[in-house]
């Protein structure tokens, strides 16, 4: 009599020669269309890097890298020029400092209220208007610092230049706000609803359990999105131009003009400066020192998230 496990074995190896036979087309265009996802945005990083390195290795070699690191005077297109980004970096620093003050407490606490206070119909309807002011071009923003932001800051007492570092910040940490609200709020709700409840049977209050338990179990969430804004508030360009001015200036106060790193970009590289010449250069050398910048931002992001990662199973 035959042994039925010899059968079920036989059967098993001829359904699994059978599956290994029988290709899978439509999985394989799934891989290979991920994996030419994965390979353009390597592609394009390094791209990026290739199309600045050149020009600004070149400028390099005309500029000693002391003086533009760290020389105090910027202004490449007068005579005699004066190469030191510094300004431009403490413009940048500082209008991304004011941006985030605005948009921490706005965008976590949002998150926390959609997370954990609101009911499911009213997230439904916030979340979606929230995210929706993500879409607003920023020049809107711009004009808006301009013509309602800096009057209001005047007529409150507040002694502003008509461009001021002051109100660009604040806006473009109006504009940050939905990008830490949304990647926030996703963080809080992927905790595990058990340790909410924990909390509720332990007898905390919802504002116990909200900043106690909730924020620190989705912590390194809550710090990616702060990071994600950051990035976002150092790279633009429309508000800043428009609102604080195109004036490098190395002063603390943000109630004086200001010139950011990117607005200097945009407003520089219009077209009007011949192609090879050293003002040409200075465009290419500001965009890679705002590339490291951004890199170094986001690799002080990876390590804080690992750092203070929960798991859960």
């Known amino acids: 009599m035959r042994s039925n496990s010899g059968t079920n074995s036989k059967t098993a190896a001829d359904a699994a020669v059978f599956e290994r036979s029988k290709p899978r087309y439509g999985e394989l265009m799934i891989r290979a269309a991920l994996v030419a996802a994965a390979l353009v945005t390597v592609a394009t990083t390094v791209g990026i890097v290739l199309s600045l390195a050149g020009e600004t290795i070149s400028f390099l070699g ?4 002391q003086d533009f690191l760290f020389g105090t005077e910027w202004s490449p297109l007068f005579n005699p020029p004066s190469y030191g980004v510094l300004p431009l970096v403490v413009g940048t620093i500082q209008i991304t400092l004011i941006g985030l003050v605005v948009a921490i407490p706005l965008g976590v606490g949002s998150a926390i209220y959609l997370s954990e206070y609101a009911s499911s119909r009213t997230r439904k309807t916030v979340k979606p208007i929230l995210e929706t002011l993500a879409g607003v ?4 923003f711009g004009f808006f610092a301009l013509t309602a932001v800096t009057p209001f800051l005047r007529d409150i007492g507040i002694d502003v230049d008509v461009f ?6 604040l806006v473009v940490g109006i504009l940050v706000v939905p990008t830490i609200a949304s990647v926030s709020e996703d963080a809080l709700s992927a905790v595990p609803s058990g340790l909410r409840e924990a909390s509720y049977g332990l007898g905390a209050t919802k504002f116990q359990t909200s900043i106690k ?12 999105s702060i990071v994600l804004g950051a990035s976002r508030a150092i790279g633009e360009t429309m508000v800043v131009l ?5 004036l490098p200036n190395l002063t603390p106060n943000p109630l004086e003009s200001a010139q950011t790193m990117a607005a200097f970009i945009a ?9 090879g010449t ?7 050398a500001v965009g890679a020192l705002l ?6 931002l986001n690799m002080f992001s990876s390590w804080m998230v690992h750092r203070y990662r929960e798991e859960y199973e």
């Open 137 to 140: 071009p920023t020049v809107v």
């Open 164 to 169: 001021n570092a002051l109100s660009g910040g």
């Open 242 to 246: 428009l609102a604080a001015g195109a």
């Open 213 to 224: 338990v909730m924020v620190p179990a989705a912590l390194s969430g809550i710090i990616a």
């Open 267 to 275: 407003n520089t590289g219009k077209g009007d400066i011949p192609t």
């Open 291 to 296: 590339f490291v910048m951004t890199f170094v």
């Open 278 to 284: 050293i003002d040409y250069k200075t465009i290419f």
């Open 62 to 65: 005309e500029v000693p890298i």
